[in-house]
């Protein structure tokens, strides 16, 4: 007889309450205008130049976090592995999470500022003043590494379930360490390479909070345009179109990533 696993009602009660119905409140919004009308208006707006232009630029940040984070975090992971207190030093890496997120914003304000310890350092050697806040650079430092935790742990748990067996198998047979790395220890990480893109692309297409404290208002993302439509002009139908839209985007990327895993994966 078919147990009934009862247990699962709690988590389909919050999916439904926090998750499915909220974006079911944020599409039936996005099909009203400002007069209450029922009408496409709001997504016919968001192909007009200046929001496509935002969508751009959310992809391009989202895509160089992203990018970054794995440049940057891989072989973090993978040296994490090989050092003998591995947890610890996983640990160290993860503390900063503990911190809030706007103490942690602050903090690089006061460092990026003209005259904030980066430049102060700077100074020491003869370089600068230069401008860190309110630039490309410093608003993708602060972005990396507030997300490059989150690109570290999958990959770092991918690694871990190697079997060491696999180096001994590929040493036997000849191969390098370079060789070993590229054909073993990356094509059985790719899951975790994965699920480290999902979890840092994903958000980072729609930040808002960052690229006003320390982008100012030069980096302007389908985020912010969220955000000013809810909170500055009011219009709720707008910007529910464009988080619809966002979402779509969200759900079309993930399908293409698997897809690609897949398909390099041989599957």
């Given at each position: 007889?078919?147990?009934?696993?009862?247990f699962?009602f709690?988590y389909?009660i919050?999916?439904?309450?926090?998750?499915?119905?909220p974006?079911?409140?944020?599409?039936?919004?996005?099909f009203?205008?400002?007069?209450?009308?029922?009408?496409?208006?709001?997504?016919?707006?968001?192909f007009?130049?200046?929001y496509?232009l935002?969508m751009?630029n959310?992809f391009?940040y989202?895509?160089?976090?992203t990018l970054?984070?794995?440049?940057i975090?891989?072989?973090?992971?993978y040296?994490?592995?090989?050092?003998?207190?591995?947890?610890?030093?996983l640990?160290?890496?993860?503390l900063?999470?503990?911190m809030?997120?706007?103490?942690?914003?602050?903090?690089?304000?006061?460092?990026f500022?003209r005259?904030g310890?980066l430049n102060?350092?700077?100074?020491?050697v003869g370089?600068?003043?230069?401008?860190?806040?309110?630039t490309?650079l410093?608003?993708?430092?602060?972005s990396?590494?507030?997300?490059?935790?989150?690109?570290i742990?999958?990959i770092?748990?991918?690694?871990?379930?190697?079997?060491?067996?696999?180096f001994d198998?590929?040493?036997?047979?000849?191969?390098?360490?370079?060789?070993?790395?590229?054909?073993v220890?990356?094509?059985?990480?790719?899951?975790?390479?994965?699920?480290?893109?999902?979890?840092?692309f994903?958000?980072?297409?729609?930040?808002?909070?960052?690229?006003?404290?320390?982008?100012?208002?030069k980096i302007i993302t389908?985020?912010?345009?969220?955000?000013?439509?809810f909170?500055v002009?009011q219009?709720?139908?707008v910007?529910s179109a464009?988080?619809v839209?966002?979402?779509?985007?969200?759900f079309?990327?993930?399908?293409?990533l698997n897809?690609?895993?897949?398909?390099?994966?041989?599957?």
């Amino acid at each position: 007889m078919k147990q009934r696993n009862y247990f699962i009602f709690p988590y389909v009660i919050f999916l439904g309450v926090f998750i499915i119905l909220p974006m079911l409140l944020i599409l039936s919004k996005s099909f009203y205008n400002l007069d209450g009308v029922f009408s496409l208006e709001n997504y016919t707006k968001i192909f007009t130049p200046v929001y496509l232009l935002l969508m751009f630029n959310s992809f391009k940040y989202a895509f160089l976090i992203t990018l970054f984070c794995v440049v940057i975090g891989y072989p973090a992971a993978y040296f994490l592995m090989r050092t003998k207190h591995k947890r610890l030093w996983l640990s160290l890496i993860l503390l900063p999470m503990w911190m809030n997120l706007l103490l942690k914003i602050y903090a690089f304000i006061g460092i990026f500022a003209r005259e904030g310890l980066l430049n102060g350092l700077l100074g020491l050697v003869g370089a600068g003043p230069f401008q860190f806040l309110f630039t490309d650079l410093g608003f993708l430092i602060v972005s990396v590494y507030l997300f490059i935790p989150f690109m570290i742990m999958p990959i770092f748990n991918s690694i871990e379930k190697i079997s060491p067996s696999l180096f001994d198998a590929a040493s036997d047979l000849g191969a390098g360490r370079l060789r070993t790395f590229w054909r073993v220890i990356v094509p059985l990480t790719k899951e975790g390479i994965k699920s480290g893109i999902q979890v840092v692309f994903i958000p980072a297409l729609s930040l808002f909070f960052l690229t006003r404290l320390i982008g100012g208002n030069k980096i302007i993302t389908l985020g912010t345009a969220i955000e000013q439509n809810f909170l500055v002009a009011q219009n709720y139908g707008v910007g529910s179109a464009i988080a619809v839209v966002l979402i779509i985007m969200m759900f079309l990327l993930m399908f293409l990533l698997n897809r690609l895993l897949k398909t390099k994966g041989g599957r």
